[in-house]
């Protein structure tokens, strides 16, 4: 079946429907919690009309497109945009043809805030214009089991911060002196390192468990084989639109109009590869055999009524590194460990507003000697951890270096991640009766490939 409607010739204006809006009209409807969609919205789903998520989705072996979820249906953006529903936000069709979110986002965030409001309107119950149109309908709505996800954005440029106190201390403490288990530059600047984006997947894609060489006897050569101390890391990530030329830098109050959104995110890593390999230069091949992030990428615009503060910084930043209002956001975070046989089991709760760099002050970091940022770069905001045990977000941390085994709920224990664990990431806010979500994160390991 052709699902593009080609032969639709609508004015969106003719049908009530508003050119771009501006930011307090965009507060004061979009987020409004009293909106409902004439979608179906299941109870304490993650995709309200209040999120208008973006992501990239294929359905019966078409092309993937741009797409938005409202509770379990996929709205594909392509066929609206075919329509010139989209039309008057100054986004181009092509842009809605293309598959990852990058084209839409070389627009803006003006653009995309724009597109957030439409898609809302052409939602809401009460408006005729999608809801009423059954042709319309067949063709873009699709239930969420029946679609494919892809990487949402073509991810040119990754960097992986260690902006959790609890979780830098934590490993300090381990591996190092307690009383000194923060590095002198830790309180100073958010530290971080640039990583691999070509093995950063989507939910959902299985890997297969890393080899490499580890040192299990110091006082032993190292030795090769598949690593033995599969960890996960639970961290979120945000998205950048275009940033400033080479040489130019981004300061904390502009760091947001360069944000489109978040996904959450697990950073695998091979603690036994890492140990053995990290000094001097950090992370190799302990962290480059696969990330995994959320299909749908939930907009900063979305996430405004969860701000929060976030903890306070002693000593104070420097002037480039300080910021105004509450910039940390109010994210509930949590980790589930599913075996080859037998139900998930929840190891870890967290939240994003633990982390002690924002993301405002990661970007102005990362930018501050003049590095450029581009449409599509991804930043992770490292393992987040909270005051707690049971908010640990590594298994390093919740098995205190697999001195601490869990218990899974078939009765099976866990130092590290076994072949066929499936680790499911789930994250959402949650407010005055409003809750956003991101779906989940997931993950399977696959026995090693055997070397040859």
Sequence with gaps: MDRRPWNYDLSPLSHGLSSRPTLNDMSTSVNDPALRSWIPVP?????????????????????PVPATRIGDTVVDLSILADMGLLDGLGIDREAFQAPQLND??????????ALRQRLSELLREG????RDDNVLREDALLPMDQVTMHLPVRIGDYTDFYSSREHATNVGTMFRDPANALLPNWLHLPVGYHGRASSIVVSGTPFHRPMGQTRPDPNAPPVFGPSKLLDIELEMGFITFDGKPLGQRISTAEAEDHIFGLVLFNDW??????TWEYVPLGPFLAKNFASHASAWVVTLDALEPFRTSGPPQDPEPLPYLRTNGDRAFDIALDVAIKPA??????????NFKHLYWSMAQ???HHTVNGCNVRNGDLMASGTISGPAPDSYGSMLEITWRGTKPVTLANGEERKFIADGDTVIIGGHCEKNGLRIGFGTVEGTVLPVVPYE
């Design 269 to 274: 890593s091979a603690r036994d590869i890492q």
């Design 127 to 130: 408006n005729t214009t999608f």
């Design 104 to 113: 839409l986002m070389a627009f803006g965030k003006p653009a995309m805030r």
């Design 341 to 350: 046989k037998g139900e998930a089991t929840t190891v870890a709760r967290s």
């Design 362 to 364: 990661q970007l102005a």
């Design 43 to 63: 109870k304490n789903s993650d995709f309200p009309i209040q999120n208008i998520p973006f992501g990239i989705a294929a359905w019966n072996g078409e092309p």
